[in-house]
């Protein structure tokens, strides 16, 4: 029986903790929470942190492990590249994972070859950064390197802003790095979803819709993701191209990836980030939904080195949209206390598919600014598009968080 050791063992990994042992594999968990709910189903846990690449390493060794998983996770994807190519085991390249997994190398990365993505620099202070913010046009995004989820981003309008910006930023970095990078008015919807790639071959990929709510505090940070993509299908061809380029220079190999993109007022497509792992907010689940392609078995059986099974894509990189899905990030708008939530009957009748959540009364909650005050998932259907961005713009109307 091969083993596999899973980098992390959070409520969302749980879904390719499960799948992994679904699949007969012997699955060894390893974080520094031993609480996360993933580890009861696990054969193994370890207490060590998945950003520890030399205890990792060290652990995978006296293990005798056969792949390493870093399932949605940023700051374990190149952990897990790291420790499998030192121990010759299936990855793609360490340091094409490190470029994917910090935003400064990546957008330095895209400017070097000619890719079409936002003026951006990189810095360590703020003494560095306000020497050179005359070099950009206002607005701008200020960004840790190394953050997901829209943690530690602001948008900028005005110098005075930059200091508190830079603090905030670097408070979510993990590397103590930052970017400024220019803002892009974007045209029609940001483009998100996942993709996969075997042997650096792009072979599919789910592509959809954002969706935000303007009464947050951070009216950029994306409450959810809805498919079908409803922007012209040319946008997708040029971004295949972009990807399958990308994937080529950076030598990877069978990988998942979370794509993120957006159209310019200028009618270009602008590659955002192109994560070297799953997407998070149960976007491979939904995907599941949508297309009957369960990308978590791939990623569990590329990690263990085994064969993947891609007749249902009859060779095309898109599967057909059945129906119309979503996501959502449940939240709260006030901070407190969780006491209950509840859903109103007919939208949990019509729409609500899934809930996933691991929240507790008494659990501190923050008013949503990002994906770390994220309470919960759902995934939603619907039966067509326009009941689906119907329901999408009234859908706090449906959900009652009740915090004290």
Known sequence: MKKLLMLGGSLYQTFAI????????????????????????ADEYHNISTTDKEAVLK???????DGVVAYASDPAAPTAAYV???????????KSVEILSNKDLFRAFLQENNFTCPKAIGFTTYEDAL?????????????????????GINKMTDKSQLKAFVEDALS???????????????????????????????????LGNEFY?????????????????????KYIEDLEKQLQRLMTLLNMKSNAYNVEAIVGEDDKVYLLELGARSGGSLIPQVTKYATGIDMVTWVVQVAAGDPIDLSALNG?????????????????????????????????????VEFVNDLHVGDEVHRFRDA?????????????????????????????????
């Open 59 to 65: 652990l995978a060794k006296k293990l005798e492990v």
């Open 172 to 206: 979510y970095s993990r590397g103590k790095r930052f970017l400024i990078e220019e803002f892009i008015v974007k045209k029609g919807h940001q483009i998100s979803g996942d993709a996969f790639s075997v042997d650096g071959k792009l072979v599919f990929h789910c």
């Open 316 to 352: 095309q990189r898109e599967m057909p949209i059945k129906g119309y899905w979503s996501n959502y990030m449940v939240h709260s708008n006030v901070t407190g206390k969780f006491q209950s939530i509840e859903f109103d009957k007919e939208f949990e009748k019509e729409h609500l």
């Open 131 to 151: 020497a050179h913010i005359d070099e950009f046009r206002m607005p701008v995004m200020v960004k840790p390197v190394d953050s997901s989820g829209s943690k």
């Open 84 to 94: 499998c190519e030192k121990l010759g085991l299936p990855t793609s390249p360490y």
């Open 372 to 404: 770390q005050d994220c309470i919960g998932e759902f995934i939603l259907k619907y039966q067509s598009m326009d009941e689906m961005f119907d329901v999408i713009k009234g859908i706090e109307s449906k959900i009652n968080v009740k915090v004290k």
């Open 213 to 233: 709510d303007p009464n947050c505090d951070k009216d950029f940070a994306p409450l959810g993701e809805c498919w079908p993509f409803q922007m012209d299908h």
């Open 18 to 41: 499960k799948e992994a042992k679904r699949l007969g594999y012997y699955v060894i968990t390893a974080d520094y929470l031993p609480s996360n709910p993933g580890h009861k189903y």
